[in-house]
């Protein structure tokens, strides 16, 4: 469903709440496990994507439908804001946060990789997928990633999102200060 960049705009401002699936997102979707645990790994500036845009005021989530002590470690790590991680299907999970928060799903921004995925992808304001997610998810998807998941795609998003609300240049100032 790829719109123009005029068609983009709009609803990357409306943006007010940030969500994303974990594994294949966060994630490239590699699961490790041995005697030791469990074992994932994230990408460092997707994780500080994730802080930018707690800073301009965006709460941020993770919809995860297998539950994992690697993702709340690395999301309480974060200080993501909501993390739900459950067998229900994704869009009950989400309308129940949007029912918490007061918020929309014209506000609500949603990376996601796969068939479960699939009914927030196509309710959400503004949503994506990462280049290397299955073809049902980019179809649904207002903007498909160049990056892969686990490889910045969170972060592609997360400048998409600043830029359009006109703070990605001020923050830069800020840090090259």
Known sequence: MSLSSSDLLPRLRAVRLFLCDVDGVLTDGTVVMGPGGEWKTFDIRDGLGLRLLQM???????????????????????????????????????????????????????IGDDVLDLGTLRRAGFSA?????????????HHVCAAGGGRGAVREVVELILKAQGHWDTMVEKFAA
């Open 56 to 110: 301009q005021g965006i709460k941020v989530g993770w919809v995860s439908a297998r539950p994992s002590t690697a993702t709340s470690d690395r999301a309480a790590d974060l200080k993501v804001d909501y993390v739900l991680q459950s067998s229900t299907p994704k869009v009950t999970l989400i309308e129940g946060l949007l029912s918490e928060t007061g918020l929309a799903w014209e506000q609500v921004s949603f």
């Open 129 to 141: 997928a990462p280049a290397d997610a299955m073809p049902e998810a980019k179809a649904l998807a």
